[in-house]
């Protein structure tokens, strides 16, 4: 077509930083220097991603974000709801009350839970008042997991309100005219419907979860390494590109099976009733 030229600006910037970077991680990944500015081909890096270590920081990772992005869902899908089913003047309010915190940069609202969960914070504050034994919620699971629903508990929130408000109110009243209980409206009827919701948030947390560094790195005092922390290690401390490479790799597979597997589920559920 005549404006297909519309899509050169895109194409260009997604072949000079997505294609670009990726064929590079790939070959830095599987060559090996030799000495003497000779180099070989080899999978030695990726062999080394199956040593118990770096399994274990893997899994740790995967399961870490797995526990966030389960959390997310169970707290944003109820808010999603209230925000959805409120008039439209308190939706405006809710979602900017959702969206102020975003403004403020990353590292600094990671900082503002730092001091909240230190021994001294208002957390350890409360539980003295309450008459409770103080103990260190700082650089803990609790507290990485803690962060990460903090930051990315509004990217599970949003995909699901709009899917809610789009969803067509009639379905709901012939499911109540058929005798349905409010419980199994939801089951059968509301559900199903905002699944695509569900799944674009459920994507939309645990990608980011996965491969966060920060958080761990702040949060996890640097006893909670994750694969993100591991990579940035091998680049900037280790100077081992080829590692780091690999490991990379590696974090691009599981999070493509992850979007394969959602997709999969998304094109089954797709359109039809919970029966």
Not at 113 to 130: A, V
Not at 149 to 172: C, G, H
Not at 177 to 203: E, H, I, N, Y
Request: glycine share 8%.
């Amino acid at each position: 077509m005549k404006r297909d030229w519309v899509a050169y600006p895109y194409m260009g910037w997604m072949l000079v930083f997505v294609t670009v970077p990726l064929v590079l991680l790939l070959y830095n990944s599987v060559i090996i220097d030799s000495g003497s500015g000779t180099v070989r081909f080899t999978l030695e890096h990726f062999g080394r991603v199956l040593e118990p270590m770096y399994l274990s920081v893997i899994w740790r990772s995967i399961m870490l974000a797995l526990v966030s992005t389960v959390i997310c869902l169970v707290l944003g899908y109820p808010m999603a709801m209230i925000i959805a089913n409120s008039s439209l003047k308190t939706q405006y309010v809710l979602i900017i009350l959702f969206i102020i915190p975003m403004w403020m940069n990353f590292l600094a609202r990671t900082y503002a839970w730092m001091t909240l969960l230190e021994k001294t914070g208002l957390f350890s504050q409360f539980l003295r008042w309450l008459g409770l034994p103080v103990t260190g919620l700082l650089h803990t699971d609790f507290a990485v997991i803690l962060g990460m629903v903090y930051n990315f508990l509004p990217f599970m929130i949003f995909p699901i309100y709009v899917v809610l408000r789009k969803m067509d109110k009639s379905l709901l009243e012939a499911s109540r005219d058929l005798g349905a209980t409010p419980l199994m409206t939801f089951r059968r009827v509301v559900f199903p419907l905002s699944l695509s919701g569900v799944l674009s948030g459920v994507t939309l947390v645990f990608m980011p979860a996965v491969t966060t560094f920060a958080i761990p790195q702040l949060l996890g005092g640097g006893h909670y390494t994750m694969i993100g922390n591991l990579i940035e290690q091998q680049y900037l401390r280790a100077n081992d590109w080829g590692f780091g490479s690999a490991l990379s790799i590696i974090l691009i597979v599981i999070i493509l099976l992850s979007m394969a597997l959602i997709y999969k589920v998304d094109r089954k559920e797709d359109g039809g009733l919970m029966i």
